[in-house]
């Protein structure tokens, strides 16, 4: 009678193992890539330069149901996909989709192996998983718009980089459905899955993701110019964002959207004195990417920073970010930087006299503002108030335009809209007195 042990994970100088219940070992060593795994990643490169996944995307079939899959990896799949949020489940998504486009190009390669090369640590069977993402992977999820993701690509979630094989074993935090996904490698690496199928299934459920969102952010269009049709006024306008800005999911982001739309039609309009930046992502780390805030607008000529504001939501008492901004402002010369809060900020005495220390350090003019005054003060300086109104107008369509997607030169958002775009239609619904439509999946 065979003897059932506890699976385990045995971790060695140079080299791991995987042990079953069974009893049955796989080895994972440590060390320079073996010439095995530099053809099979030459062969992986050339696959894919030659559009193999795109050829596999233009022939989906129209119903995803009709590949041919097991329903308990169906059921997997199904549980990745809708595991996606403006906040978990994307990297993982797009790890599965590598990982199934590499077990269907090279069956005997182990998709547990995710570092293979000449950095500090690399397995001798392993690939070079990052860079086979951010030169392959998330360039096509991000051309055909099926998975929102930054595009340096998947692994700028640290978690998914640990040097440890992945398998049920793997300790680091993974937000979205980590049971699934690894359950799905496990199937996977033992031959119980068919991996073209299941990347074909995984991307006709993306492609219909997408699908379903551009005829939701229509109606969110239609919708929005049917309110305008009202005779909306600048007063209800800016209490309807903010209301959807304070009920929907991820507020912090909201506003960063919200104060950026705006500035899209004071630039579009020509009253601003420079450029409006491309929103930033909400993963770019500032000082990396030498962002003094979120938005920024620099001059036209040498995109010197002119103005810096940092979207602040629930945040009204602001004394560690001010010490921060000053931290960015020693080697910077800015006209003005602040930060905008939804409501009435805190501006309690230390607040008030480190404002006037740093304007005096840095000679930049340091506010700490509500949203509505953020506005105010730029209609008053740019003598727009007989306007308000009509920007107020364009400022909605734009804010809801960005959350669609559709001014992805402007604003990259890059997190999964549809739950923002849904709460945004059942607020104009209730705005003009109807009955909320059915914004379900």
């Known amino acids: 009678m065979k003897q059932h042990n506890e699976a385990h994970l045995k971790i060695y100088r140079n080299r791991s193992v995987l042990v079953f219940e069974d009893g049955t070992e ?5 060390g320079p890539p073996s010439e095995a795994a530099k053809q099979r990643l030459d062969q992986i490169r050339r696959q894919l330069r030659e559009g193999w996944l795109d050829n596999l995307f233009a022939n989906l079939p129209q119903a995803a149901d009709t590949i041919e899959i097991e329903e308990s990896i169906r059921i997997l799949i199904q549980q990745i996909v809708e595991s996606i949020t403006s906040e978990n489940g994307r990297a993982v998504t797009g790890l599965v989709i590598l990982q199934l486009t590499v077990k269907s190009l090279a069956p005997e390669q182990s998709i547990r192996l995710h570092k293979g090369g000449r950095g500090l640590f690399s397995w001798s069977e392993g690939l070079p998983m990052r860079s086979l993402d951010s030169q392959f992977i998330t360039p096509f999820l991000r051309k055909h718009d099926l998975l929102r993701i930054n595009k340096d690509g998947v692994f700028m979630t640290r978690s998914l980089a640990e040097n440890y094989p992945y398998s049920p074993f793997y300790k680091a935090s993974i937000r979205g459905a980590r049971d699934a996904w690894l359950t799905l490698i496990d199937k996977v690496e033992a031959a119980e899955v068919n991996a073209e199928n299941a990347l074909r299934y995984l991307l006709a459920l993306l492609r219909n993701r997408a699908e379903w969102f551009t ?13 305008l049709a009202t005779g909306s006024t600048f007063d209800s306008i800016f ?3 903010l209301k959807h800005i304070d009920s929907s999911f991820y507020s ?9 739309a705006f500035l899209q039609v004071l630039e579009d309009r020509g009253l601003l004195n420079g450029r409006l930046l491309p929103l930033c992502q909400m993963r770019t780390a500032n000082k990396k990417h030498r962002n003094v805030a979120d938005i920024e607008i620099v001059s036209i000529d040498d995109e010197i920073i002119i103005e810096a504001w940092d979207a602040k939501y629930g945040k009204p008492y602001l004394l560690d970010e001010l010490n921060e901004l000053l931290d960015k402002l020693q080697m910077r010369s800015l006209e003005i930087a602040g930060f905008v809060v939804e409501r009435e900020p805190d501006l309690r005495p230390e607040i008030l006299n480190q404002i006037d220390e740093i304007s005096d350090l840095t000679e930049t003019e340091i506010k700490i503002i509500s949203l509505r005054d953020w506005i105010e003060l730029y209609l008053n300086r740019l003598r727009q108030q007989e306007l308000r109104d009509d920007i107020a107008r364009e400022w909605m369509i734009a804010y809801i335009e960005s959350l669609c997607q559709r001014r992805r030169d402007r604003a990259p958002i890059d997190e999964p809209a549809d739950l923002w775009v849904k709460d945004w239609i059942q ?3 209730a705005q003009l007195e109807e009955e909320p439509s059915d914004t379900s999946d």
């Open 26 to 30: 796989i080895v994972f060593y440590e």
């Open 427 to 429: 607020i104009l619904h």
């Open 215 to 227: 005829q939701l952010s229509d109606r969110a269009i239609e919708a929005t110019n049917q309110f």
């Open 252 to 260: 912090a982001r909201l506003l960063e959207v919200c104060m950026h």
């Open 239 to 241: 209490e309807l964002i």
